[in-house]
């Protein structure tokens, strides 16, 4: 520990005698100081043992000395050393008086004793804390190597927590609590992912403190990685700000998971490019290869229904990398629930297989449903905007249907942007309606284009064909029943139809006619 007051009036050679603020006396010393100012204040930066043989000071005017040791306490100076024999024979007891009141530790100095035998006896105590500090560091140093090589992060973290008496907790690219050291930690580590995103944001290597939940601990924040976004984050949280020894131990402890993180990223790309291959061949319509190639790493994905997630972000995002935060949330999930998900980026799209009902298909659902809720209520329900991230998802495969389901994912992503929504699966579209697909300009165009004769004809007054063939169709062609709707003769209805014909240039027995009909009318408003 550095030298305090207790350790410089126990030190043999010194022999100096407290006369006041004996309680105080285990305050850190940071250095020795000598004065003989009248006002010493602005020279001091706290912390200090102030030396003094009262050359220019009235150390026998009570108030005087009152208002000297007063400035000296707001100053942060730890204790008062006053050489006797020198000016006074000695110290005169207005000084003690006034360091007894304001709790300041005064010191009798011997005459003996040169004020620099003190300064040396200081210097020497902080010189030897500063080398038990770097010797426990460099032990702390290799204990947090030999943790890191044989039990990982999770040892690791261990060590630390044991090194600076308090916890440690190590964060995924998600800002997701990986683990935890002691275990009980977990609670408070799980409170601070918020702090954990705020850090994130910002490029590494970047570092925060903030006080503990509920005021339980003094906790700093340091993010893992060299890239510009940070793919992880430690916590360390100790009752106070940590020392020497400590500092070293964090700083370790940070460069070995820096480490160990990017030497995962290494690890990931290279699954990546394995990932790609599995893809690759299964499109191909390969599976048995693939799964050949897939071996233990996405072996057991292939061994279950999966499904095939296709994302896809404009060539500026406005938002930020929206497609590599998908990836890393959907990769975080699948490793916290110990699947297994195959992740690959193709240029401005991201291609996700993942197992059906899984962790990793359920993030990526949350993360779009948050970005949907997110949205301006004016932007919702129009068209995408090229900046946007929009997924669609297959319905469950196997190996066999890959090629179907990538085919599947991307007309659900097509529809998906063309609704202006941010996520949606196949098996949606199968359960709605053909009609909200037609809400297309080019569709539209059509369907304005074929009827707008019949409306230009019904705009004269000379009849109400629209209205009559928008019947007629609905009743499949049943005179009768289209006749009775529309409160007309069938005769009437009859004679309108061919009317219809004649001005379309088109056969109503035809029943492809009568199908785009019918749709144009669906698509366009019965206003004009």
Request: aromatic residues 4%.
């Amino acid at each position: 520990m550095p030298p305090t007051l207790a350790s410089l009036v126990h030190h043999s050679a010194l022999k100096l005698t407290v006369r006041a603020g004996e309680d105080r006396l285990d305050v850190p010393v940071r250095w020795a100081h000598v004065s003989e100012l009248a006002d010493p204040v602005p020279y001091m930066e706290g912390g200090e043992l102030l030396l003094i043989t009262a050359l220019k000071l009235d150390a026998e005017d009570p108030q005087a000395m009152r208002r000297y040791v007063k400035r000296l306490v707001g100053a942060g100076v730890v204790g008062l050393g006053f050489a006797v024999g020198v000016n006074y024979e000695d110290i005169p007891e207005a000084l003690v008086d006034a360091a007894a009141g304001e709790g300041l530790p005064l010191l009798e100095v011997p005459r003996r004793t040169p004020f620099l035998a003190i300064s040396k006896a200081v210097s020497a105590a902080i010189a030897a804390e500063q080398y038990r500090a770097v010797t426990a560091g460099f032990a702390a140093q290799r204990e947090l190597t030999r943790q890191a090589l044989t039990d990982g992060p999770e040892g690791l973290l261990s060590a630390l927590a044991s090194q600076v008496d308090g916890w440690a907790a190590l964060y995924d690219a998600s800002g997701a609590v990986v683990a935890t050291a002691p275990e009980w930690a977990g609670r408070r580590a799980a409170r601070l992912t918020a702090d954990v995103e705020r850090l994130r944001e910002r490029p590494a290597p970047a570092s925060s403190v903030v006080g503990g939940p509920d005021n339980e601990d003094r906790v700093e924040l340091h993010s893992l990685g060299t890239g510009r976004r940070p793919r992880a984050a430690l916590a360390v949280g100790t009752a106070a700000a940590p020392g020497t020894a400590e500092r070293y131990a964090v700083h370790s402890a940070i460069a070995l998971l820096t480490l160990t993180t990017e030497r995962s990223r290494s690890l990931r790309a290279a699954e990546q490019r394995l990932g790609a291959a599995v893809l690759r061949m299964l499109l191909a319509g390969q599976p048995d290869h693939a799964r050949a190639v897939a071996g233990d790493l996405y072996g057991s994905l292939l061994d279950a229904p999966f499904r095939m997630v296709v994302a896809e972000e404009g060539r500026a995002p406005a938002q930020g990398d929206r497609l590599g935060a998908l990836a890393e949330v959907v990769e975080s999930a699948a490793v916290r629930a110990g699947e297994a998900v195959l992740v690959v980026p193709e240029g401005q799209r991201l291609v996700v297989l993942a197992v059906d009902g899984g962790a990793a298909a359920g993030a990526c659902g949350e993360y779009t449903a948050g970005l949907e809720a997110g949205r301006p209520v004016g932007e919702q329900g129009g068209a995408a905007g090229e900046d946007e991230l929009v997924v669609g998802v297959s319905a469950p495969v196997g190996p066999v249907a890959a090629a179907a389901a990538y085919k599947q994912a991307e007309q659900a992503l097509s529809v998906a942007r063309r609704r202006g929504r941010v996520y949606v699966e196949h098996e949606q579209l199968a359960a709605g309606s053909v009609v909200p697909l037609l809400a297309d300009d080019a569709v539209r165009a059509f369907a304005d284009g074929l009827l707008r004769p019949l409306y230009e004809h019904d705009a004269t007054g000379r009849g109400d064909l629209v209205a009559s063939l928008r019947a007629w169709l609905s009743r499949h062609g049943q005179w009768d029943a289209a006749a009775a709707d529309l409160g007309v003769h069938r005769h009437t209805l009859r004679y309108r139809m061919r009317r219809v014909e004649e001005i379309l240039g088109r056969s109503l027995d035809d029943p492809d006619v009568r199908m785009e009909l019918w749709l144009a009318l669906k698509t366009t408003s019965t206003e004009q």
